[in-house]
């Protein structure tokens, strides 16, 4: 079993800055894609940023310019540097990721959540 553990919410003014994390671990034998969701009570996930093995990116429209995802493959961890926050950006922000496992081929993983707010 891989395990997703996710840092880094916290409560933050408008315009501040947060960078979360999220590292892997278990038996992984490669990690596919990895990206960040973000979901408000009664609402569906959406998703905010990804990014591939060989590093291309995508953003959400609502952050581009303002987020950046990275990861670092020796830690087997992701991050996302949130700029210039907004209000609307308060959600819960999900880990996501593609990882093949000893034993198996590719399976869907997701962290437990991390609560960022962005209020005064």
């Known amino acids: 079993q891989v395990q997703l553990v996710e840092s880094g919410g916290d409560l933050v003014q408008p315009g501040g800055s947060l960078r979360l994390s999220c590292g892997a671990s278990?038996?992984?034998?490669?990690?596919?894609?990895m990206g960040w969701y973000r979901q408000a009570p009664g609402k569906q996930r959406e998703l905010v940023a990804l990014?591939?093995?060989?590093?291309?990116?995508n953003y959400a429209d609502s952050v581009k310019g303002r987020f950046t995802i990275s990861r670092d493959n020796v830690k087997n961890t992701a991050y996302l540097q949130m700029n210039s926050l907004k209000p609307e950006d308060t959600d819960v922000y999900y880990c996501?990721?593609?990882?093949?496992?000893?034993?198996?081929?590719?399976?869907?993983?997701w962290g437990q959540g991390t609560q960022v707010t962005v209020s005064s």
């Open positions: 996501n990721a593609y990882i093949w496992e000893y034993g198996s081929r590719w399976n869907e993983y």
């Open positions: 990014i591939g093995s060989g590093g291309s990116t």
């Open positions: 278990g038996s992984i034998l490669s990690i596919n894609a």
